[in-house]
Every structure is written in C-alpha cells, then in structure tokens.
C-alpha cells in the first residue's frame, strides 16, 4: 500500500483528501505540525506528497525544496493560487505537478496514480538496471541519478525523463509533443509553460556536472543534446 502525505492546513480538504485516497487503497497521512512538516515526512517515508502552497509559518515552497533535500519521492502541489507564476514556483522548487483548487476529486486520483506508476510502477520495476550512456555522460533512470567523471548528481523523475529522452534521440531531436508524452500520461490538465520549466531545470543540473550548453532549442520542433563535454576533453 501506498504510502500519502498531505500537508493541508485546512481541516475540511484533509478530509476529502483523506477519504478520496483512502477510496483507491492508499494509505493517508496527515501533517499536525506545520513547523516541522519535514521531520513529520521524514518519520512517514511517504510514497508521494500532496502540498498545499498556503500553510502557516512557512509556505509550500519552502517545504518542497526541504523535501527534496531528502527525497525525490513525487510532490504534487494542490493550491487555490491559480495564476502561472505560481504553477512555475512549484515546480522550480521541486514540484512534479500543480492542482488547483477546487478541484475534482477523480483529477487529483488520475495524477496520484500517474506520479506512482512513474516512480515506483511499470516503468521503475525492471529485473536489470537500465544504464543510458552518450560519450561519457551515464543517466540511470531507476535510481534518478546523472553521472560525468567521478560527479553524480540526483534528478527528479521528469528531468530524468527528459534526459532519456534526449539520449535516447541523440543526435535527433526531442519534440515538445513526445516530451509531453512522455512526462504526462494526460495533456488535457498541462499549462504549454511547464515544459519550459522542466527544461530550465535540466539545463541546471547539466551545469553541476559543468556542462555548459549541452540542451540546444530547436525552434518550431524541440530539443536537442549537444555533446559539448566530449568536445573539451578533446581539446
């Protein structure tokens, strides 16, 4: 059974929540303590984190990015901000998608169910670990992790999605359309913009590794991998 977290302030959509994920089998949790909300993460160890933006004393964002210091486990944000900056905070603080309120309650299932499967389901369950390689440059999926030299960095399940993808085309390119595909199994409920998000954030993460220039845009198709570290240990 999986394991939820629900880090709502307000009684009453704990309780729907609560009702609604406890209906589909999993297992809900809820946070009392909102000044300790990631010592309150820590001791569930959830599977998946639902996360209002508006809590006392501090706001989700700022619990988000604590959670991902500890954990790359699926943060979906459930919030009454609907404007887009708000969706883009979200998910340059570690969020892996944004629900406002209010909302339906078969929405906020369809995307539990689509954060899960993604991290721990069909996709994640292999008898071999997958290994994805381009001239040195090492992904392994399962484990969320990039790897150059001796330096390893963490990735969310959507950056690791998008560098396998990049991988997986190179030298083609990765059209928006199959990157959408590939990190939302629903479009219907995707703001155009996240995916510009979502590929800030892998542009960051090439530049811990020091690649500099490694995503290149292809205007009116998508993205492309662009090999430059190969090409500086050349020189």
């Not at 909102?34 to 508006?54: G, M, S």
């Not at 990015?65 to 901000?81: G, Y």
């Not at 939302?184 to 220039?213: A, M, P, S």
Request: aromatic fraction near 8%.
């Amino acid at each position: 059974m999986h394991k939820i977290l629900i880090v709502e302030d307000d009684p009453k959509i704990t309780e729907l929540l609560l009702s609604t994920i406890e209906k589909y089998g999993y297992e809900g949790i809820r946070v009392n303590d909102f000044q300790h909300v990631l010592e309150e993460f820590n001791a569930a160890k959830p599977d998946l984190v639902l996360l209002d933006v508006n809590l006392p004393s501090y706001d989700g964002y700022y619990w988000c990015r604590q959670i991902r210091n500890a954990s790359i486990c699926p943060v979906l944000f459930i919030s009454a901000r609907d404007g887009e900056m708000d969706q883009i905070m979200a998910l340059e603080n570690g969020g892996d998608d944004y629900i406002t309120k209010p909302f339906h309650a078969g929405i906020v299932v369809a995307k539990i169910q689509s954060q899960l499967r993604r991290a721990y389901g069909e996709y994640a369950a292999r008898n071999s670990e997958r290994v994805l390689e381009q001239e040195g440059l090492i992904l392994y999926p399962e484990r969320q992790e990039l790897k150059l030299g001796d330096t390893v960095i963490p990735l969310t399940k959507k950056e690791s999605d998008i560098v396998e993808s990049l991988i997986e085309r190179y030298p083609r390119v990765a059209s928006r359309e199959a990157l959408l595909e590939k990190l939302w199994d629903d479009q219907t409920y995707v703001d155009e913009n996240t995916i510009n998000v979502n590929i800030t954030r892998v542009r960051k993460k090439f530049q811990e590794l020091g690649i500099e220039d490694a995503l290149v845009t292809v205007r009116g198709m998508g993205y492309r991998l662009n090999v430059t570290w190969a090409k500086e240990n050349c020189e």
